[in-house]
């Protein structure tokens, strides 16, 4: 136990150090630009620790939870698109009601004729079409009058113009909905399956995402989200921010543009802090322990009494609840919402690599990988390029080899990535920060 905290201390300093390093030799806006995504990956990363880390669930559906946090920044926070709504989207909504009403309905049938293979398979299947039918034919021809209204502005139905901080709460709410669907479809399956399930699934929600532009806008995007934090044109009109910028000798744009990202990332280290402490008090308590043995031997569990798929279910539906918080998070720090933008290597298999880094059942480990594994990501680019010029500095500027090398660069981070989970996975095959044996 000693020395596991040893090496948190340890670990946490160097970490503050490397980002200080950034801050002093590169600049305070690089550093602090940083730490918000380190933040962020880190709530991503604690989102998945407990899935895999505390329960053995393989989530690979992480990116599907990130955007439906995005999706749902969007909707809370952007004006109503009042032309549209005109248009038709009180059908919208009714379509989606019917539609909602015939899904009750296949489901009290499928349930009704449980003993009846056959008959409950087509009575099912047949009401859920028959819902599927009349949501198309209502609103088919709604959508695509509103896709039509001033596209190039909007096309879109908008959203209900709160705060967007509001959003990141009802993201992890959204979240743990879609995750309970998916869960009684999908956590039945064994380990490997139940990976290709979740990785589908995500991607069958990028796609909606990408092609419902009367819900997100598709592909066009949605821009100039508002901020939860002050815009620096309207700092730099304040005093104390004048009499700051003269006292460290920075201009006011630098000062107003760090003063900003500190902002953002006093709210975010909050709501980590938030996550943390929850994580950390259930994991130690008696469902915690309860946890752990249905992910040492799900058998034995199960011949104890416990409900072993319930309890998946309880784990799948927090963990992606996070992750769906935090995508919320990073879309309101971007302060645009891309659809076109997840991709499984960044908002799935990156933040698997942080949980194995870490190490994986340590809530200190998972913050760590996420540090650790988001800085890295940034900074191996220009490291590469540095490293490159400095092997290549005796060629000639002429020369194909350089061009073709220093053009490369970007590659360096991927890389990185591999070269960090094999060094990781040779010398301490537990993460860096192991979990803690408890009794």
């Given at each position: 136990m000693k020395?596991?905290?040893?090496?948190?201390?340890?670990?946490?300093?160097?970490?503050?150090?490397?980002?200080?390093?950034?801050?002093?030799?590169?600049?305070?806006?690089?550093?602090?630009?940083?730490?918000?995504?380190?933040?962020?990956?880190?709530?991503?990363?604690?989102?998945?620790?407990?899935?895999?880390?505390?329960?053995?669930?393989?989530?690979?559906?992480?990116?599907?939870?990130?955007?439906?946090?995005?999706?749902?920044?969007?909707?809370?926070?952007?004006?109503?698109?009042?032309?549209?709504?005109?248009?038709?989207?009180?059908?919208?909504?009714?379509?989606?009601?019917?539609?909602?009403?015939?899904?009750?309905?296949?489901?009290?049938?499928?349930?009704?004729?449980?003993?009846?293979?056959?008959?409950?398979i087509c009575f099912g299947l047949l009401i859920f079409l028959i819902g599927f039918l009349i949501l198309r034919i209502i609103a088919d021809p709604v959508i695509h009058a509103i896709e039509s209204y001033e596209p190039a502005k909007t096309?879109?139905?908008?959203?209900?113009?709160?705060?967007?901080?509001?959003?990141?709460?009802?993201?992890?709410?959204?979240?743990?909905?879609?995750?309970?669907?998916?869960?009684?479809?999908?956590?039945?399956?064994?380990?490997?399956?139940?990976a290709i399930a979740t990785l589908g699934i995500s991607e069958i929600i990028i796609y909606f995402i990408k092609n419902e532009d009367w819900l997100s806008r598709g592909v066009k995007n949605v821009n100039g989200l508002p901020r939860p934090v002050p815009y620096e044109i309207e700092l730099q009109n304040s005093a104390w921010l004048i009499n700051l910028s003269e006292k460290f000798d920075f201009s006011l744009v630098v000062m107003s543009s760090i003063t900003v990202k500190l902002s953002y990332s006093i709210l975010f280290l909050l709501v980590l802090i938030i996550i943390f402490i929850f994580l950390e008090t259930i994991s130690k308590s008696p469902w915690g322990r309860m946890m752990r043995a249905i992910r040492d031997n799900e058998v034995s569990a199960g011949a104890m009494g416990k409900d072993v798929k319930k309890r998946h279910l309880q784990v799948f539906i927090i963990g992606s609840a996070i992750v769906g918080i935090a995508g919320a998070m990073m879309t309101t720090l971007d302060g645009q919402f891309t659809p076109a933008s997840y991709q499984p290597i960044r908002y799935t298999f990156l933040i698997w690599i942080m949980v194995i880094v870490g190490g994986s059942g340590n809530n200190y480990g998972a913050v760590l990988g996420g540090?650790?594994?988001?800085?890295l990501w940034v900074e191996s680019e220009p490291l590469g390029l540095w490293l490159i010029e400095l092997l290549t500095s005796y060629l000639?500027?002429?020369?194909?080899?350089?061009?073709?090398?220093?053009?490369?660069?970007a590659h360096m981070r991927l890389i990185m990535m591999g070269l960090i989970l094999l060094i990781t996975l040779r010398f301490a095959p537990k993460g860096i920060i192991e979990e803690q044996k408890r009794i």
């Open positions: 020395n596991i905290k040893e090496r948190i201390w340890l670990t946490y300093t160097a970490m503050t150090c490397l980002l200080l390093f950034v801050a002093f030799f590169q600049s305070w806006n690089v550093a602090l630009s940083i730490l918000n995504l380190c933040i962020i990956s880190a709530i991503m990363s604690l989102g998945i620790n407990i899935q895999w880390g505390n329960s053995g669930i393989v989530n690979f559906g992480a990116m599907g939870f990130t955007a439906l946090g995005g999706l749902c920044a969007v909707i809370i926070s952007m004006p109503l698109t009042k032309g549209a709504w005109e248009i038709g989207g009180f059908k919208i909504i009714l379509a989606i009601i019917i539609f909602l009403i015939f899904i009750f309905l296949a489901n009290r049938t499928w349930k009704f004729y449980k003993n009846s293979p056959k008959k409950k096309g879109y139905l908008g959203g209900m113009n709160l705060p967007v901080i509001i959003s990141w709460p009802i993201a992890g709410c959204l979240a743990a909905l879609i995750a309970l669907l998916i869960g009684k479809i999908a956590l039945g399956l064994r380990s490997d399956y139940l540090f650790i594994v988001w800085f000639e500027d002429s020369s194909e080899l350089k061009n073709r090398l220093l053009d490369s660069a």
